[in-house]
């Protein structure tokens, strides 16, 4: 039985995701404020917020899973596996979903929005699919232990869940509201993503190598710009610190090949 706890926990992850959907996929007309200039009442995800933090409680099991495995000494290649198809629907699908739903909103705030074709809006799932393969990818190499190839899928479907609720709580500093539901930012992100996802570029993982912090700088750099921007941006701080971390990783990749 104790080696059926972390599998629980990945079950977890893919029920809280499976919920984000579920969410996702609810509507309702409400009034979205954009900018001073221009407020636009239109049907929109009434609990795409929810989905939202749904896939965060995700990320935390999804977490917790990987420690509660190693404490009581229960990895095993089921749990690897099921651990993969557990983040292809909480950070593949259900992100997929929500990124479907902004593009929505994009094309609703245009004339005629209401007759917008579904292939405009299915690029969405390009992102889902992108996110697949890089799990598959990640399962067949070992390789992968204090360092990822390509971005992990949880990191990029948390940036994707910090959008709803970045237009949802507002920031009272920035205002990037009409740029979260711009249809071509959304899909220059959807190409952006599935493009890092899939590909070998060098990403520093996110644990400690030990408990030294000499040997752990770029972690206590990021944990401190995560902590700041937290204090300073709300869920604003998501996209800030996802932006540090791509920096982060490059600068030492160039440190290391110089």
Not at 54 to 70: K, T
Not at 73 to 85: F, N, V
Not at 101 to 111: F, G, H, I, P, V
Not at 182 to 194: A, D, M, P, T
Request: glycine share 6%.
């Amino acid at each position: 039985m104790k080696k059926q706890i972390p599998n629980i926990f990945t079950l977890l992850n893919l029920f809280f995701g499976c919920v984000a959907i579920v969410f996702a996929l609810q509507t309702q007309n409400i009034n979205i404020y954009m900018s001073d200039e221009f407020t636009s009442s239109f049907n929109i995800p009434e609990s795409i917020s929810y989905a939202a933090l749904f896939l965060f409680a995700a990320a935390i099991v999804d977490f917790l899973d990987g420690f509660v495995a190693r404490l009581f000494k229960a990895t095993s290649e089921m749990g690897k596996q099921l651990d993969s198809l557990a983040d292809v629907v909480s950070f593949g699908v259900a992100p997929g979903v929500i990124l479907y739903q902004l593009l929505r909103m994009s094309y609703m705030r245009e004339e005629d929005g209401l007759n917008t074709s579904v292939l405009l809006l299915l690029p969405a799932f390009i992102y889902s699919c992108a996110a697949a393969y890089r799990l598959a990818k990640f399962n067949l190499d070992d390789s992968q232990v204090y360092g990822f190839k390509g971005l992990p899928t949880p990191a990029a479907g948390l940036l994707i869940a910090s959008f709803p609720l970045i237009l949802h709580f507002g920031n009272s500093l920035i205002n990037i509201n009409d740029w979260l539901i711009n249809k071509w930012v959304l899909y220059g992100l959807i190409v952006f993503l599935s493009w890092i996802m899939v590909s070998n570029l060098p990403l520093m993982a996110l644990k400690f190598k030990d408990f030294t912090p000499k040997n752990n700088v770029p972690v206590l750099i990021l944990l401190g710009i995560g902590f700041a921007a937290a204090i300073a941006l709300q869920w604003l701080a998501v996209p800030i610190i996802f932006i540090a971390y791509i920096i982060l990783s490059l600068a030492l990749k160039n440190k290391a090949t110089s």
